[in-house]
């Protein structure tokens, strides 16, 4: 699994690419960070976990706006 987002530093917004594995239907862990620019790398363990949510957001739903 790889994604990419900014990350508010020092009044920029570098970017930074994560990726780790898929352990299962419900978790994830990410391993590793790394700085878009490539000045900057590192090992991290998070593990994320999904959680049951009811009712399924929509568009009439304020919690997705």
């Known amino acids: 699994m790889q994604f990419e987002t900014w990350v508010p530093s020092e009044g920029k917004m570098p970017a930074f690419n994560y990726s780790g594995d898929i352990l299962n239907d419900t978790t994830f862990l990410i ?32 919690f997705v706006k």
């Open 31 to 62: 391993t590793k960070v790394k700085r878009a620019s490539g000045s900057f790398t590192t090992a991290i363990d998070d593990t994320y976990h999904f959680k049951h949510f009811s009712p399924k957001p929509d568009s009439r739903n304020e």
